[in-house]
């Protein structure tokens, strides 16, 4: 399998240099050369199938032989064998044709952990293979952050450095970073919101030289090989609910619109995904493009899912790449636009195919407290608020009665607790991985939203 970038200027690259590279040279981030596609009984086949070979079954295209299929099935088990819960990413009812697909099982309890996990190991095996190191520099709006340390702490080859915004995540995400005591993990608090972590993580990268003397690499959603592995929970809960016989749709609540890009590789792979309704809290760029065609920036809010303060939406590039017919030129050209004018407007057809297979809806925090507080009381489940957004979004969607829609549970409520305090008027109990950062001593600098500063702080800290 190889990648091309999708502003169309920087090398087609293999698995092992995709794994790597995170954002393309060119500014644009990589996507496979053509879509593999898995048969109707190579679908049904999975029927049964443990997560980690349904995941071994769904990368192996992309992986395109660099590692062999056992040493990746074996990889994949070892990833998900420390999760909390036999079925890794279980489906549970909360309606007559409505689910919630729990991706909080892993060590951080939320959904990154499903990729991540993968993914540290797959560094781990490619910078042994080629005697190599990395620094890893990422930003996080609360999630990723913990993630991310989580599947690379100890590891020789690594250093990693997580930007994230001073004051705007929740205790509980900032404690899940800043108290990992390796000596290989770093933790930067910018004052700034995640959009400014995220343009000086892309700065650090457009920074050539300071990007090959440190040997850069990415681990935020930017990274395709995270966007593969997450197709598997897709996968998974297609053919537990039926495909390839029964079409399915899915609501995510979204962000930076990694999570569901993943949706759309899964349905370019064969999975029956009818439809995908994105959730956004009032940081809605993505839900006022699709009402209205025209994507404008507006400042970020602070809101009781700060894992989706986002407004630029870094892989939504990805769709549009697919959607302009793969023109990386016409891609590029947009995308300055929007970098200058903070808006563009994109073209009828281009549109109309979006239009074919999202919806978006929004969901406020007053709104996201009474889901939160309703799903309680009807189902007995406790929900974080990123599930909330994307459950109410299902909830809104006209689609046939008959068919399932799957909300992605993208959070732990223990996470959330001040939210779910909000709505039912108690705390969520904290599992015992999170008793345990409560309590711990944090470790983190404070920095201004300073490119130099940053770049010094982290030449400064890389092992040699
Ligand atoms: C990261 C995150 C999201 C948003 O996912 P994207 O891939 O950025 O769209 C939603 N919910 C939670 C809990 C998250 O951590």
């Given at each position: 399998m190889r990648y091309v970038s999708t502003r169309g200027q920087a090398p087609v690259l293999g698995f092992e240099d995709v794994l790597l590279a995170g954002?393309?040279?060119?500014?644009g981030l990589y996507v496979p050369e053509v879509w593999p596609a898995l048969s109707a009984v190579e679908i049904r086949g999975l029927s049964g199938k443990s997560y980690a070979e349904t995941a071994t079954k769904v990368l192996v295209p992309y992986v395109g032989g660099a590692l062999g299929d056992d040493d990746l099935r074996q990889l994949l088990t070892e990833a998900y064998r420390g999760f909390g819960h036999a079925a890794v990413a279980p489906l549970k009812q909360i309606g007559p044709r409505h689910w919630l697909l729990e991706l909080f099982h892993g060590p951080t309890l939320a959904f990154k952990d499903y990729a991540l996990q993968a993914v540290g190991r797959l560094f781990d095996w490619v910078l042994a293979k080629r005697g190599e190191r990395v620094t890893i520099v990422g930003a996080t709006s609360g999630d990723t952050g913990s993630a991310a340390i989580e599947a690379c702490r100890d590891r020789a080859a690594i250093d990693i450095f997580i930007l994230f915004p001073k004051d705007r995540v929740s205790e509980v995400q900032r404690r899940q970073m800043t108290t990992v005591d390796s000596a290989n993990v770093h933790c930067i608090a910018l004052d700034g919101t995640f959009d400014d972590c995220q343009d000086m993580v892309k700065a650090m990268f457009n920074d050539q030289g300071f990007r090959d003397r440190h040997r850069l690499s990415a681990v935020n959603s930017i990274n395709w090989v995270r966007i593969a592995v997450q197709i598997a929970y897709y996968a998974a809960a297609a053919v537990a609910l039926g495909a390839p016989d029964r079409r399915i749709a899915f609501a995510v609540p979204t962000g930076n619109f990694g999570n569901v890009f993943s949706a759309y590789a899964a349905r370019r792979m064969g999975?029956?995904?009818e439809r995908l309704i994105l959730g956004s809290n009032s940081n809605d760029i993505l839900t006022r493009f699709l009402a209205s065609a025209e994507m404008s920036m507006a400042p970020v809010e602070p809101t009781l899912s700060p894992s989706m303060?986002?407004?630029?939406?870094?892989?939504?590039e990805r769709l549009l790449f697919e959607a302009l017919g793969r023109d990386g030129s016409r891609v590029a050209e947009i995308l300055r636009r929007f970098r200058e004018d903070r808006r563009f407007r994109l073209e009828a057809a281009a549109m109309g195919q979006i239009r074919g297979l999202f919806e978006g809806h929004r969901l406020d925090d007053a709104g996201t407290v009474e889901v939160i507080r309703r799903v309680y009381r009807e189902t007995g489940e406790l929900i974080d608020p990123h599930t909330a957004i994307g459950v109410a979004a299902a909830e809104r969607s006209r689609l046939d009665p008959g068919m399932p829609i799957v909300s992605l549970a993208t959070a732990h409520p223990a996470k959330f607790a001040d939210a779910i305090e909000r709505a039912v008027g108690f705390r969520p109990k904290l599992p015992e991985r999170l008793a345990a950062v409560m309590g711990a001593k944090e470790r983190f600098q404070g920095m201004p939203n300073d490119l130099e500063a940053v770049e010094a702080f982290i030449a400064d800290r890389v092992r040699s």
């Open positions: 954002l393309a040279r060119d500014g999975f029956p995904i303060d986002i407004q630029v939406s870094s892989n939504f």
